[in-house]
Structure formats: structure tokens, C-alpha cells
């Protein structure tokens, strides 16, 4: 019976890396959503979103820059370990863009955005 439950390391993986980013995206969406003139719609947001934080982010422009990099950087591990079972080709487009961090790496800047969301509170 245990080994109905065991699942392979790309989809333990996939789950955390999905479950991170998605995390931090609707954290952040809904600050935003709530606290700025973001509005939120489905085509292209989560493209959209981080561009809008390096320009209009509530914090100053270092720290909006880093913030758009990281939620980036999450995005990529998500769609890296959604349709890449391996690391690619040294020699490949997709190896160029590869980011090369671990899960520890991304709960740490996932609790490092949406702890800086939360210590802004609620702009009035």
C-alpha cells in the first residue's frame, strides 16, 4: 500500500516549486490589487506584475528591482521543473536562462517578498 504514495523527485519537485511561486504571486497580486493602482487581469500578468512592481513597487527602486528578479526567478523554477525532467544541453537556449537554485533558495526568497509585503501593512 506505501508504494501507491511515493512520487518521483521531478514531481515532488514540481509541486513545491508551483506551490512557492503561486503562493507569492497571489500574496503579492492581492497587496497590490488592494494598496496600489494595479489592476488585475488574466492575459499576461504574471509577466505584467513583476514589470509593474520595478517601476511602481512600494518600496524604493533597489529593493522593487530585486523583488521583480525573485518572483521571476520563482516563475523560472516552476516552469523549469514543469516541463524540464533535466537540467538542459550546456549548449542550449534553454541552458542560458537556466536558474540554477534549489528549493531552500526559493522558500527563502518567497518568505523574504511576502515578509516585506506584510511590514508595509495596508497603504491608506
Known amino acids: 500500500m506505501e508504494d ?4 518521483s523527485e521531478s ?3 514540481r509541486n513545491i ?16 490589487t488592494d494598496n496600489t ?5 488574466a492575459p499576461g500578468e504574471h509577466s505584467r506584475m513583476p ?16 523583488i521583480s528578479d525573485d518572483i521571476i526567478d520563482l516563475k523560472k523554477l516552476r516552469h523549469q521543473s514543469d516541463y524540464y525532467l533535466k537540467k538542459p544541453s550546456k549548449y542550449s537556449q534553454e541552458y542560458e536562462n537556466w536558474v540554477f537554485e534549489d528549493i531552500e533558495y526559493a522558500f527563502s526568497i518567497a518568505n523574504n517578498i511576502i515578509k516585506d509585503f506584510n511590514n508595509l501593512g495596508k497603504v491608506s
Do not use: E, H
Open 4 to 7: 501507491k504514495f511515493k512520487s
Open 11 to 13: 514531481a515532488v519537485k
Open 17 to 32: 516549486y508551483g506551490r512557492i511561486y503561486y503562493a507569492v504571486f497571489l500574496c503579492v497580486r492581492q497587496w497590490l
Open 37 to 41: 493602482g494595479y489592476v488585475s487581469y
Open 51 to 66: 514589470r509593474y512592481i520595478k517601476s511602481k513597487g512600494p518600496f524604493d527602486n533597489k529593493i522593487n528591482q530585486k
